[in-house]
């Protein structure tokens, strides 16, 4: 049994979710203790909940303390077993996040598993699907498994209620070497929203041309969504690189205006294809998991965060072998799996 002290490192939910995934692919057994310690309100929330259960579902695992305020929880995993699934998170918690959980142990299983989830699509504290689809899935792909994700519907936070379908074809996981991002290849800006003034997205488009002055004049664009898919608004700053996309995104919360949200996503965007990093800050955190699965390359990204120096701890602690983490003359940093 592993015992996890889930306040500390980044002390929230990527805890939970990690270690049932590398739970289910080892299938060593977790305690996690003071769950999402480290947050202001601790314990489990909703869409955290929905994310064991669906682990629990997939491998037959026997669990206790999968409840919403939960500071306690033991996963004893048992076999997976792929197929079709449904998995609602019942508010506008992120599907991607309960994707994130199931993913790994489907795409290593025998036999090909659809998924649906039903829930926030996109939402705060969370990537959207445009990155998971773009950004994320792609090299997962280049990996083996063959992953195909489709939007049906938006869900923004706090209705929720969106859906998205995920078809994955497994297959071992083959190392890559992910150093260099390769040169800019084209950029776009997008602007989705549903259930508020037009105005705000214009708001954000102007800025953002400021922020981005070579860009082209059709490289910005504005969506409405129908009503009934909202409110809600999020703005994506997408840079198309030779080997990678990464996508920088912000999300409209009250009483921050929409210029400050453009400029913030912008700078975010910029100083990542200045870095010549790989991996984006979200996107370094997500791909602990393939490639330590994978049992060898590598990966640069940009300064380390709390999530993934604690997916890097939690990989090791799981699988018992060394990961890497080191800063390269130019500023970037290296994550390389023995």
């Given amino acids: 049994m592993i015992e996890i002290d889930g306040s500390e490192g980044e002390g929230g939910g990527q805890v939970v979710r990690n270690s049932c995934a590398l739970s289910l692919v080892t299938g060593r057994p977790f305690r996690i203790t003071n769950v999402r310690g480290g947050r202001s309100k601790p314990g489990l929330m909703r869409q955290h909940v929905t994310a064991v259960e669906a682990a629990t579902r997939i491998g037959g695992a026997e669990v206790s303390g999968a409840a919403v305020g939960s500071a306690t929880l033991e996963f004893r995993p048992g076999a997976v077993q792929p197929g079709e699934y449904r998995f609602a998170v019942g508010t506008a918690g992120s599907t991607g996040l309960v994707l994130q959980t199931v993913l790994m142990p489907l795409a290593l299983a025998d036999r090909p598993s659809r998924l649906v989830l039903e829930g926030g699509t996109h939402n705060m504290l969370a990537p959207p699907f445009d990155f998971i689809e773009r950004t994320f899935l792609p090299v997962i792909n280049r990996m083996g498994p063959k992953v195909e994700a489709r939007l049906v519907r938006h869900g923004f936070y706090p209705r929720g209620g969106g859906r998205i379908e995920v078809d994955i074809t497994p297959a071992p996981l083959a190392p890559l070497e992910c150093i260099d991002s390769g040169e800019l290849a084209g950029g776009s800006a997008q602007v989705l929203f549903t259930g508020l003034p037009f105005e705000i ?23 409405e969504l129908p009503a009934d898919q909202g409110p809600g608004v999020i703005l994506m700053i997408e840079a198309r690189k030779a080997h990678v996309t990464e996508i920088a995104s912000g999300f409209g919360q009250l009483g921050v205006p929409a210029e400050r949200l453009a400029k913030t996503a912008a700078s975010r965007l910029k100083g990542y294809v200045a ?64």
């Fill in 201 to 223: 997205a214009e708001r954000m488009i102007a800025r953002l041309r400021k922020e981005l002055p070579e860009w082209p004049e059709d490289a910005f664009v504005v969506r």
């Fill in 275 to 338: 870095s010549q990093a790989f991996a984006g800050p979200y996107l370094a955190d997500q791909l602990v998991l393939p490639f330590a699965l994978a049992s060898s390359g590598a990966f640069t990204t940009v300064k380390p965060t709390g999530h993934l120096i604690t997916a890097v701890e939690l990989a090791q602690r799981f699988l018992g072998k060394p990961i890497i983490l080191e800063q390269e003359p130019c500023g970037r940093h290296l994550v390389r799996f023995a």
